[in-house]
């Protein structure tokens, strides 16, 4: 078993640059906390997911979730940056839209949750106005802000931190030594933290030991998920295919992955497969025809059975490709991934989210009794003076 801190590799030669890199963040944080730069609440319920650390802690499956259990009873909006997307400004998805005006995670989120509003903006209080007023999506109950941790022009109701149980903050040091974007103590704006990607194996001791590390507030509620794997799909053969990690354990696997941290799930595959070959590219990377010909290159290589592994997030960057081999067409698999709370803890942060949105929203199903009354545009913010914050509920 892998332990917590054995992802983290730091730079101590750029010590010096990631104290002044420190400097910077700290002013641009106490400008916030003294109200200097301007932070802005809402009456209606928003809810932050995001990190402190360069590259990936599991945030697509975080929001994921909380889509699902939302989605049921109330309209749900989900606001991005949209990275590298070839867009400027806000836009608001629709079936049609293109994954490259966008970006891949939104797209990827709208062709799983098409009900839900999916919107880009690099302006988050620009996206959540329009969200909110705008006339096709008036009536959002819900805003989960994706990747908006560090964002502080918004004050979301519900602020989650991811930390990678691989990469744990308390072990890694600021940008360029480390992989953090701001200090550990920023975690105290959180109102929840989630230890992701923990190994399904976790003894008691461990949850302990992590537990103390953190040092969190009483106010902060701590969470342990691991990844969930669901059965692989085939991605271009015209009738779907699903197979089951026990059908692969004689397989050779390309893994073949565009995302911040691929090593996890390199390492969970190995348990399954005869065979793994990595090939990793950088995060949201788009393929190239020099690249695709590296796929083909490298799968033809392989021995048979054999068979390509990728993300949902490739999915949506490799659908559309040309140049593909028609034996690497119909042997990519896509694996999906959802998130598992451990210590049967996930009811317990279910109904602190659904609570949450119960007593604040405005135009819910689920209070909509309370609020016949009001104008229709009683759920708009602006620039409200009222706060609705997690830790007053």
Not at 80 to 88: A, D
Not at 106 to 126: E, H, I, L, S
Not at 332 to 342: N, R
Not at 345 to 368: A, C, G, H, P, T
Request: aromatic content about 8%.
């Amino acid at each position: 078993m892998r332990s917590e801190g054995d992802f983290i590799r730091i730079n101590e030669w750029l010590t010096p640059i990631s104290f002044l890199y420190g400097i910077v963040i700290w002013v641009r944080n106490r400008l916030f906390d003294l109200g200097i730069l301007k932070s802005r609440s809402y009456d209606i319920p928003v809810i932050s997911v995001g990190n402190i650390t360069v590259g990936g802690t599991g945030k697509t499956p975080h929001v994921e979730y909380l889509v699902n259990l939302l989605q049921k009873k109330s309209q749900v909006g989900i606001l991005s940056r949209g990275y590298k997307r070839k867009s400027h400004g806000y836009v608001l998805a629709d079936d049609e839209t293109p994954m490259q005006k966008i970006g891949d995670e939104p797209y990827q989120m709208k062709q799983k949750f098409p009900k839900a509003y999916v919107a880009v903006d690099k302006k988050r209080t620009r996206g959540i106005d329009r969200l909110c007023s705008d006339e096709e999506t008036s009536d959002v109950d819900v805003i989960v802000l994706d990747d908006a941790f560090q964002h502080r022009y918004v004050t979301p109701g519900i602020n989650i931190l991811l930390i990678d149980y691989h990469r744990l903050i308390i072990y890694d040091k600021l940008l360029p030594a480390g992989r953090l974007r701001e200090p550990k103590d920023g975690k105290n704006r959180a109102d929840i933290v989630i230890v992701t990607k923990c190994p399904r194996d976790l003894k008691p001791m461990e949850y302990r030991v992590m537990t103390r590390a953190l040092n969190l507030y009483p106010y902060q509620a701590l969470y342990f998920t691991t990844l969930d794997y669901q059965p692989l799909r085939s991605m271009f053969r015209e009738t779907r295919v699903t197979k089951h990690f026990e059908e692969l354990h004689d397989t050779n696997v390309l893994l073949l992955t565009g995302i911040a941290s691929p090593k996890q799930l390199v390492f969970d595959l190995k348990a399954h497969v005869n065979d793994i070959t990595p090939l990793a590219f950088a995060d949201h990377h788009q393929f190239s025809p020099k690249d695709i010909e590296r796929i083909n290159q490298t799968f033809n290589d392989m021995p048979s059975p054999k068979m390509i592994v990728t993300t949902e997030k490739d999915q949506t960057r490799l659908q559309h490709a040309e140049g593909l081999d028609e034996e690497v067409r119909q042997s990519m698999f896509v694996l999906p991934v959802a998130v598992k709370f451990m210590l049967d803890r996930e009811e317990n942060f279910n109904e602190k989210i659904i609570s949450y949105v119960q007593k604040n929203s405005r135009n819910s199903v689920l209070v909509k009794t309370k609020d016949d009354h009001k104008p229709k545009d009683s759920n708009h913010s602006g620039d409200r003076p009222r706060t609705i914050s997690f830790r007053n509920n």
